[in-house]
């Protein structure tokens, strides 16, 4: 194949593609950014966030929005949970890239019994969180995000 014909290796889903990053950029949900931002503000972030709604409302883009913003350190590394999160420091992009160890994303669609959500919070999670080198790469176990 020329180069001009390769496929492109980094494809990714347009719904991933462009996925809101920060609360500015989720549309027609301003009644829960409002809220979301008054409990940062106040630092009175609640313990669990239950998001329902149809496909396509924002639920796990709102879900990813609220994981960097609690895990965002800043690029200079000594920032605390923020309503505008970096996107750049190790948690946020890490959160990004759907790898970090403290952020699991469950489908409920798929786990509809009580029996596989408890094996998608309990169960031992292995998941790769960087790369190291093309052949080896770190396995951490996935635990739950606390904050007190």
């Known amino acids: 194949m020329s180069d001009d014909t ?3 290796a980094a494809y990714q889903v347009l719904a991933r593609k462009y996925r ?3 609360f500015v950029d ?8 409002r809220t979301l931002r008054n409990a940062f503000e106040a630092d ?4 669990a966030f239950m998001m329902t709604g149809i496909r396509g409302t924002g639920k796990t883009s709102t879900a990813r929005i609220i994981a960097k913003g609690m895990n965002c350190i800043g690029v200079d590394g000594t920032g605390g949970p923020t309503t505008e999160p970096c996107g ?6 890490a959160i990004m890239e759907g790898r970090h160890v403290d ?6 669609a798929s786990n509809t019994s009580v029996k596989s959500s408890t094996a998608c919070t309990i ?9 190291i080198s093309s052949t080896k ?12």
């Open 6 to 8: 390769k496929p492109d």
């Open 20 to 22: 809101p990053e920060t």
């Open 26 to 33: 989720l549309v027609g949900q301003d009644a829960m950014v």
């Open 44 to 47: 009175r972030i609640a313990q």
């Open 88 to 93: 750049q420091c190790e948690h946020c992009v």
């Open 103 to 108: 952020v699991l994303e469950m489908d409920a």
């Open 123 to 131: 169960g031992p999670h292995l998941r790769v969180t960087r790369s």
């Open 137 to 148: 790469s770190t396995c951490c176990p996935t635990v739950p995000l606390t904050r007190y």
